[in-house]
C-alpha cells in the first residue's frame, strides 16, 4: 500500500493485505441517509479488515435531465459530509467539477475525486493536485488505460503525487458500457493504486425517460473480477432503498447486501495473494 493510503487510513485497524473501500449514496440527500450508510459501512468494513473511505457527491452536475435531483446546496452538502466523516472517523470524498471547486471542497473531504466526463480537463486536474489531497481520477468511458497517464501526469504537474485512477467500463453503443479488465493491470502501471467502480461500471447511461439506468444484479461478478484481476480498491455506490434514492438508484447496491459481497471478496482476495 502507498504511503498515502497508510496515512489516509491510520484512524483504522484494518489487514494490511485487504483491498480498501470507497462506498456511499450517490448523492447527498440528508443527513439521516448520509449517517445510516457510513455507520453500516463502517461496522462491516472494520469486522471484515477493509479500509473505507465513505463518499457521497455533495453536487450532481452531470445529469441527463435538467429536472434530476442536483444536491442541497454546496455548503450545506460538503458541511454533512465532513459531519459524517467525522461521527465514525473515516477519510471521505466528494467529486468537484470545476477548477474553482478543488479549494472550496479541499477543507471538507480527504480525497477529491475526478468525475470521469472531467478527466481530460487540464485546469480541474491541476486545481485538484493543488489541494495537495489525495486525486482519485475515473477513467473517461472513451479513454484507454494507457492514455491514463497524461491525467496522472497532469496532477503530478502540480506537485502531488497522491493519486489513484478508477476504472469505470467503457461506452459500448449509445446505452450501455463493458468492463476491460484489462485496464486494472495497465493503470496499475502508471504507479499508482487503481480501484474498480463497480456501480457505475453497470450504468445503462442516454435513456429515452431521462433517467440513467442499470444492472445492479451484476455488481458481484464485476467486483470479483476486479479483485481477481489486481484492483487494490473497490468503488460501490450504496443505499438503504435504491428505489427512492434520489441519483442512480437503479444501479447502486441495496445497503443489506453490502456485508454479503464484502464477505466474498474478501475470500477471493485471501485466494490470490
Avoid at 480498501?20 to 457510513?38: D, H, K, Q, S, T
Wanted: charged share 20%.
Amino acid at each position: 500500500m502507498h504511503d498515502y493510503l497508510k496515512d489516509l487510513f491510520k484512524d483504522q485497524a484494518y489487514d494490511h493485505d485487504s483491498f480498501f473501500l470507497i462506498a456511499g449514496p450517490c448523492v447527498i440527500e440528508n443527513e439521516e441517509i448520509l449517517m445510516e450508510v457510513a455507520g453500516e459501512s463502517a461496522r462491516i468494513c472494520k469486522n471484515l479488515g477493509i479500509p473505507l473511505v465513505f463518499k457521497s457527491s455533495y453536487r450532481k452536475a452531470n445529469r441527463t435531465s435538467s429536472s434530476s435531483f442536483s444536491g442541497l446546496g454546496d455548503e450545506l452538502g460538503l458541511s454533512l459530509l465532513k459531519k459524517t466523516g467525522n461521527a465514525y472517523r473515516l477519510p471521505t470524498t466528494t467529486d468537484i467539477h470545476a477548477a474553482a471547486e478543488a479549494a472550496m471542497a479541499a477543507p471538507f473531504v480527504d480525497v477529491l475525486q475526478i468525475p470521469a466526463f472531467l478527466c481530460r480537463q487540464t485546469d480541474l486536474l491541476q486545481a485538484a493536485g493543488a489541494t495537495q489531497k489525495i486525486v482519485n481520477i475515473k477513467k473517461g468511458q472513451f479513454i484507454s488505460g494507457e492514455a491514463m497517464r497524461f491525467a496522472v501526469d497532469k496532477v503530478k504537474q502540480s506537485g502531488n503525487n497522491k493519486i489513484l485512477l478508477t476504472e469505470r467500463g467503457t461506452t459500448f453503443g449509445y446505452q450501455d458500457l463493458v468492463v476491460d479488465f484489462r485496464n486494472i493491470p495497465i493503470m496499475r502501471g502508471h504507479g499508482v493504486p487503481v480501484v474498480m467502480d463497480c456501480t457505475h461500471s453497470l450504468q445503462q447511461p442516454n435513456q429515452s425517460t431521462g433517467v440513467t439506468g442499470g444492472n445492479p444484479d451484476m455488481i458481484e461478478t464485476i467486483a470479483k473480477a476486479a479483485i481477481a484481476s489486481g484492483a487494490d480498491g473497490i468503488f460501490i455506490e450504496t443505499h438503504p432503498d435504491p428505489s427512492r434514492a434520489l441519483s442512480d438508484g437503479a444501479n447502486m447496491l441495496k445497503l443489506d447486501r453490502l456485508e454479503k459481497l464484502l464477505t466474498a471478496l474478501v475470500a477471493v482476495r485471501k485466494a490470490i495473494v
